[in-house]
């Protein structure tokens, strides 16, 4: 029996190590791009977050979220840390539950996979642009400009729309519509927010942690702490990641609030100020020692402090603007950073379409789908990694079975 899978990503190469672990299946892997993983060596500021060790309780989104569940249930994070390491890799967990490869070097994942794959029944074709896919009487053929590729059953592990610049397309949508399934709309997730404040260019490159809340017209949209990071354009980091699901779809009036020192109440960062202000220091240097101190000025101009008086002249009323804005800042936001920038895609092909329990179509037996190719998204810090190795391990397995 002859596999086809599309797609040399993380879910593709876990369906062809799945598939070929029974000697008789013959896996042949295609993959457009000139090298396997390529968006996966650049996860995780090129550190990849494989997984996390709370992604079997939950973390996924789409429109019917628990199709995730059988896989990851099957599959689970200690399951594929278990695999990792029977493969060659050895991997760290944080406090947090996030899994990183020992090396912190995204390029030893994608390596150990490669060398996985080096095996008799296993055929890696690079370079290999997917143009059409058709049904025949006893499998499917897969055409490209150059060559044709005939299979008994086929994988779509294309991966997603997100990461553009690292060879995210609409292949797999493409070729799963040309093929009877719907897709919901896709959107940018794990993606960077952008702002018309005038005062983030001046923080650039300034990283921070703190607690963000996204409101929508006054309303608590969703919360998140961690690490913040100012871009040219607007807020990044991990912090941002987490709540920017859905941020500025539709309409309504979106801000950030953040509070720079969530482990300290107003009242008490009131004193600390107070208690400075037997300095002759100017008042740019109010926050200094606690926070950044670029953040600390900007903050500080942005509640009208001229930063040119002496913090001893300053008022309990200026002091008490500045520690507000410490503790519950607001920025506006105005759209998502674009596909080329996030790191995920909401949305896909419609998981009803498919059969939970083996990542079949529903529609057309024989095809199979995983990854984030279906409307399957998942939390920051990892939870899109191990659905990729879940989804992926599950199609390649129920592929390889023999059907009666």
């Not at 309504?252 to 202000?277: H, I, K, Q, S």
């Not at 092909?349 to 409307?375: K, N």
Request: with cysteine; aromatic share 6%; net charge neutral.
């Amino acid at each position: 029996m002859v596999i086809g899978i599309i797609g040399g990503g993380a879910s593709g190469m876990a369906a062809a190590l799945a598939a070929a672990e029974k000697e008789q299946v013959q896996v042949i892997l295609m993959e457009r791009q000139a090298r396997l993983g390529r968006k996966l060596q650049a996860t995780g500021n090129g550190r990849c977050n494989l997984s996390n060790l709370h992604a079997a309780a939950g973390g996924y989104h789409g429109a019917q979220p628990s199709f995730a569940d059988y896989a990851i249930g099957q599959f689970p994070p200690e399951a594929a840390l278990r695999w990792f390491r029977s493969l060659g890799l050895f991997t760290v967990a944080e406090a947090s539950g996030r899994v990183y490869p020992y090396s912190d070097q995204a390029n030893s994942v994608v390596d150990i996979l490669r060398f996985a794959l080096e095996k008799p029944n296993i055929t890696v074709k690079l370079g290999f642009e997917v143009e059409k896919v058709k049904k025949t009487a006893d499998g499917f053929r897969v055409l490209s400009k150059e060559e044709t590729v005939s299979c008994d059953r086929l994988i779509v592990a294309c991966g997603g729309l997100a990461g553009t610049k690292l060879g995210g397309s609409m292949s797999g949508y493409k070729l799963l519509r040309s093929l009877g399934h719907s897709c919901t709309k896709l959107r940018p997730t794990l993606v960077q927010l952008k702002t018309n404040w005038g005062g983030v260019a001046g923080l650039k490159g300034v990283r921070t942690n703190c607690h963000a809340e996204i409101l929508r017209d006054g309303e608590l949209f969703a919360r998140s702490t961690g690490e913040l990071q100012f871009t040219e354009y607007g807020l990044s980091g991990p912090v941002i990641f987490e709540v920017s699901r859905d941020v500025c779809q539709g309409g309504g009036e979106w801000l950030c609030r953040l509070d720079f020192l969530p482990e300290v109440a107003v009242d008490t960062l009131e004193g600390e100020l107070t208690r400075r202000r037997k300095t002759h220091l100017p008042a740019s240097e109010l926050l200094t020692g606690i926070l950044h101190n670029r953040l600390g000025r900007v903050l500080t101009q942005a509640v009208g402090v001229p930063a040119n008086r002496s913090i001893s002249e300053l008022t309990e009323e200026d002091l008490r603007r500045v520690a507000r804005a410490v503790k519950a800042f607001d920025v506006s936001l105005t759209e998502p950073m674009g596909m080329d920038c996030a790191q995920v895609t909401a949305g896909g092909i419609r998981t009803e379409e498919f059969d939970e329990t083996t990542m079949e179509s529903r529609l057309i037996p024989g095809l199979y789908a995983c990854g984030e190719v279906l409307d399957i998204d998942g939390d920051c810090g990892g939870y899109n990694l191990q659905w990729a190795w879940s989804s992926g391990r599950l199609a390649g397995e129920s592929a390889g079975r023999n059907h009666t």
